[in-house]
Nanobody, 120 residues
Framework: QVQLVESGGGLVQAGGSLRLSCAAS????????MAWFRQAPGKQREFVTSITSGGSTNYADSVKGRFTISRDNAKKTIYLQMNSLKPEDTAVYYCNAAVISTTRAQFSAWGQGTQVTVSS
């Protein structure tokens, strides 16, 4: 069993900042890429940003220059620093991890999501 637990969501005014965390636990041998996705009401889930175990990052154009992903491999945790937030950033943010379990099974794990609401 592998669990991803997100935290740090909340309500913030436009222009403000939030920091999300996602901690992985369970029967984990290793984790490759970890990522953040988001889903706004009535819309499909979309990619936000990702980070490899080596620290290489990738960002959606909509968040470049405003969001920063980071990772602590020892803690099996990623962070998402969100600055200059806009109302259109309002969504449920989901953590995703490419996991290799202790039985060497490979799968994609998802967290339960954390709500981010940006008021105008």
């Amino acid at each position: 069993q592998v669990q991803l637990v997100e935290s740090g969501g909340g309500l913030v005014q436009a222009g403000g900042s939030l920091r999300l965390s996602c901690a992985a636990s369970g029967s984990i041998f290793s984790i490759n890429t970890m990522a953040w996705f988001r889903q706004a009401p009535g819309k499909q889930r979309e990619f936000v940003t990702s980070i490899t175990s080596g620290g290489s990052t990738n960002y959606a154009d909509s968040v470049k220059g405003r969001f920063t992903i980071s990772r602590d491999n020892a803690k099996k945790t990623i962070y998402l620093q969100m600055n200059s937030l806009k109302p259109e950033d309002t969504a449920v943010y989901y953590c995703n991890a490419a996991v290799i379990s202790t039985t060497r099974a490979q799968f994609s794990a998802w967290g339960q999501g954390t709500q981010v609401t940006v008021s105008s």
